[in-house]
């Protein structure tokens, strides 16, 4: 049988419409993600599988509980050797979906407009509302698939740590496993769309994307996040971590006053009379005072994400919403 | 049948207007040449008639009351935008993809038989053509859309002359073979001479001339004479410009039948010397039909 018999058989995989448009136009910017994203999972991976043969060899598997003392020497082992990385890595990622979003977002359509080339796109026959929305649609969901399985390597990355440090703390993991980290490169995605639309010029877009996703996503971690549920309080013995994101800790007396650092350091009998560690347990166990810690516990991961998540979706449906009417009405 | 028409048209951007009061009405099945001054409000017209650029004001539609824009509108309608904005990074392949994508109506074989005529490869990147063969290609995928209303916004600006002639070598043998109706913008008057059949002159936002080419220079005459008697033809005729020189002046006149004076010349005029002249003098006007009655009406 000759190949071109073979070749005539072969049915040909053929997409059709804005689908092949959305995609022959926007395959160097899905592809430059897929490549950014495929270079830190595989760092990631490589590191990963290392991280984890130590967590099995030093028994943190099946040692419990992980806080006692009978851990506490692997314990401190492993963060001894990958505590460094495990806070570095997550305060880096952090930032990824601001970049995917803005270098895929804001050229959607700014670059349309200032090459001039909306006048032969939008003078073919096909809608312009069909044009933006396929287009988002195709390139946003593209951005959703590829960022969820980045999260998926990420947790499993991170996974190790989870029983030792938990994976609610603001500013750490959390911000890139579960649905946050994906809720937020779409958000950013459907921002660079929408300031395209408005600046029209890409380069300007881009570093607006960048600043309005950073203003946004701060200020939403500082004054919303601790709004979504109010912490618990709980007193803690000193050197036991919780699994929770610790918003605030001090201690008090009996009576409930708080005690200032001056108050403390009066307490201890000044610098260097007491050692640290249990004693000072034993010596506020003696004075009735307690260490009380505010916080989120661990058990409240999923919650926080899902309250974040559906903030950042509606927050990107409108701004979509937004993009598509734009493009509607634009008119030079 | 009008392929568009405007209704005090109206495009501000700012505080100052592209185009004012513009009502117009452009034939279909003609070729027809819009000219006039950069920043006439060419672009903004044709831009209009596309849905590209919305009106500030009046009312535009185009193939006899389709709105300007709408769906229905871009079926019919194919628009070769000034500098060709085609995508560089596709090749010329994909550019037909593309449009066959977007475009509801699509003739392929067409596109690719007015290709092949050409030597234009189709693996080769669009940015990597001449200006003279991208143009040939936007022309192309827009006659490969068999449009009932081609329009094309300054397309040989930016060609060299043998570009040039070979986009509207190509431009009209189509035109010819499929009866469409072509409005093109220029500000060179010179190369539209040969191919058009109708004229509009914008300027400064309004329509200055409109009308049949072959009537605007049967009823236009270039009459040469002594200086000295410039005041007294004047007074008799129609006269649209006068260019004075020393001893002798000439005057584009406006008549049906001329009989020139006694000692003076005429002259036909031709296409470009007859625009130039109403350029010259922005308060003459020769505009067909209504138009022209409202205006004896009111004066």
Redesign the interface.
Known sequence: MSAVVVSARLPRLRVSGMTWVSWRQHRSALAAVAVVLGAFSAVLLAHGSGMHDAYHRLGLDVCRPLHSDACGAATDLFSQRYATIADLVPRILTFLPALLGAFVGAPLVARELESGTFRFAWTQGTDRTRWIVAKLLMVGGTLLVVASAFTLVFAWWFDPWIPLVGRMASGQAYEVEGTVFVARTLFGFALGAFLGVIIKRTVPAIAATLGVWFAVVFLSVVYLRPMIQEPLVAAEGMGTSTDGWVIDEWFQNRAGHHLSDIEMNALMGGPGKTNLGRSIDQLLAQNGIRHMVQYQPGSRFWHFQIVETVGYGVVTLLLGAATVWWVRRRTS | MTAIETQQVGKRYGRSWALRDCTLSVPAGRVVALVGPNGAGKSTLL?MA?????PTAGRISVLDGAAAGS?GA??R???V???V???PH?SVA?TL???A?????WDEADARRRLAALNIPLPRKVGKLSGGQQAQV?LAVALA?HPELLILDEPVARLDPLARHDFMAALMASVVEDGTSVVLSSHVVAELERVCDYLIVLAAGRVQVAGDVDTLLATHHVLTGPTAEVESVTASYDVVLTQRADRQSTLLVRAAQLAPPPGWRVDPTNLEELVLSYLRVPEATALPGPTARLQSATA
């Open positions: 831009n596309v849905g590209l650029t919305a769906p871009l079926d309608i194919a628009f935008a000034q500098d904005p085609l995508y596709l994909d993809r593309l449009v994508s977007l475009a509801n109506r936007a859309r």
